[in-house]
């Protein structure tokens, strides 16, 4: 990647992704087994969730953890943390909307 490329663009290309977010959000609570997280994230194909799960691992965000499946690591902990603000807004967004 260029060195001149700011880390913020970095970052939302990646979260931007297709089921990126989705997949972080389900790796929350505990580690998930590969067909335990497509099913929480709605069955998506097995060949998305292997390219993001790729993709998250190599930017440090996820991890195969022998045994117990993908879990998020300490950064992708910390990037959750970033999540849950935008999880109250939305869902006050969301109950304003019915």
Known sequence: MPQDRPAIAEII?????KWVMRII??????????????????????S???DRLK???????????P?????LTAMGRELLEVYRPLDRWARAWQARRR
């Open 48 to 50: 998305v969730l292997n």
């Open 55 to 65: 993709r998250l691992d190599a930017a440090a965000l996820v991890e195969k953890q």
């Open 25 to 46: 959000w389900e790796l929350r609570d505990q580690a998930l087994s590969f067909r335990a997280l497509q099913s929480a994230c709605g069955d998506l194909s097995p």
């Open 13 to 17: 290309e990646l979260l931007g992704r």
């Open 67 to 71: 045994g117990e499946g993908y879990a």
